[in-house]
């Protein structure tokens, strides 16, 4: 069974500080990775994706691999009240490609 | 920017009857996906459509369920005898837009499908 995990949190961090958010992984053999964001009652909307080791910067967020661990993170740097929600962890994985999913870690981002 | 297009964005039915959910993926995307929420859960892989085929399933896509794509745009998934525990949000994924090589999927608003 392929498993994606993550803290269920809340993780709450103040308003302007940086948020960690962090995946492991199960199946060696995964190639692409992805950070959805979830508000609730909506539908998960991409933010990121990696694939290589190392970090990935895409404006305040950014996205980090390592393969040899089996981990994913995303870093949130001046965090906004607006970032509060689930950030889903998701592993492309499969010849049809079908992403599997983390629980999410749900984001507070206090005043 | 185009989006994934879902309808009705809520369906309530009763346990034992057809419902059918319906997408518009964006146009140039090649692969098809629909996933469910149930409330509280992750997010689960249904099944995947490419080339007017289904690519893949899980073990939930049991023979309750199908897909098409009959008219090249609407792509619909179909349960035929609803269940109580079918009740969730369904999505409906685009991806492959044939330059990205690491399939990036695109999720529509939803469907709450809640089965009484």
Known sequence: ?111 | EPEVTQTPSHQVTQMGQEVILRCVPISNHLYFYWYRQILGQKVEFLVSFYNNEISEKSEIFDDQFSVERPDGSNFTLKIRSTKLEDSAMYFCAAGGAGKSSYNEQFFGPGTRLTVL
């Open chain 1, 1 to 111: 069974q392929k498993e994606v995990e993550q803290n269920s949190g809340p993780l709450s961090v103040p308003e302007g500080a940086i948020a960690s958010l962090n995946c492991t992984y199960s199946d060696r053999g995964s190639q692409s990775f992805f950070w959805y964001r979830q508000y609730s009652g909506k539908s998960p909307e991409l933010i990121m994706f990696i694939y290589s080791n190392g970090d990935k910067e895409d404006g305040r967020f950014t996205a980090q691999l390592n393969k040899a661990s089996q981990y994913v993170s995303l870093l949130i740097r001046d965090s906004q009240p607006s970032d509060s929600a689930t950030y889903l962890c998701a592993v492309l994985t499969g010849t049809a490609s079908k992403l599997t999913f983390g629980t999410g870690t749900r984001l507070q981002v206090t005043l």
